[in-house]
């Protein structure tokens, strides 16, 4: 009788803690099933999608609205032209094998989307002309091995001239400048 009665209680455990172990994990089972998110619930849920900030346009005088004149180099090949969250202007290019991002803004933020740690050291190159003085300041990434960026302002716009590839000073202003030539007010 204690034999019946040991196995009796054997089993309630081993049953139990079967039953307790299917419940734990029926749950799971059922929100991961397949056949669940076809349910006429799930497939009515409005889904948030968040609209694209970049917009392609068809060139340079689409920036007017923006209050920002920004060009490509004269030379510039396979050149897209967009306007990022309805204020920033952007140019797209490659020149020479190398490609160029030229973007310009009326903010007092930061427009470059370069998020980089720069060497020590920026250099400048001051530009003058009729009304208008400014200072392009050049900050090179690992000695310009992984490229550089060019910023400057003028009249509260905020401009960036950049290139993720390998460049120095002397490279990236004689691209910079031609396009300055046009985008600014320069006396001919």
């Known amino acids: 009788m204690k034999k019946i009665a040991s196995m009796v209680i054997t089993l309630v455990f081993v049953f139990g803690f079967a039953a307790c172990s299917?419940?734990?994990?029926?749950?799971a089972q059922a929100t991961a099933s397949p056949a669940d998110s076809t349910?006429?619930?799930?497939?009515?849920?409005p889904s948030t999608q968040l609209p694209n900030p970049i917009v392609?346009?068809?060139?340079?005088?689409?920036?007017a609205a923006l209050g920002v004149t920004i060009t490509p180099h004269?030379?510039?090949e396979s050149v897209s032209y967009s306007i990022?969250?309805?204020?920033?202007?952007?140019?797209?290019?490659?020149?020479?094998?190398?490609?160029?991002?030229?973007?310009g803004a009326a903010t007092t933020d930061d427009i470059s989307g370069v998020y980089e740690t720069f060497d020590p050291n920026p250099q400048s190159l001051d530009l003058e002309g009729s009304g208008?003085?400014?200072?392009?300041?050049?900050?090179?990434?690992?000695?310009g091995n992984k490229g550089a960026l060019a910023v400057w302002s003028y009249e509260d716009i905020q401009y960036s001239f950049y290139t993720p590839d390998k460049t120095d000073f002397d490279q990236?202003?004689?691209v910079l400048l031609p396009i300055l030539h046009n985008?600014?007010?320069f006396t001919a």
């Open 183 to 185: 985008d600014l007010p």
């Open 22 to 27: 299917t419940a734990a994990t029926a749950p």
């Open 74 to 76: 004269q030379q510039a």
């Open 56 to 63: 392609a346009v068809d060139g340079s005088a689409d920036f």
């Open 39 to 45: 349910t006429p619930s799930a497939t009515t849920e």
């Open 172 to 174: 990236l202003t004689d």
């Open 84 to 103: 990022i969250g309805g204020t920033v202007a952007q140019i797209n290019f490659t020149l020479d094998g190398k490609t160029y991002t030229y973007r």
């Open 132 to 143: 208008f003085k400014i200072s392009v300041v050049v900050k090179t990434i690992d000695g």
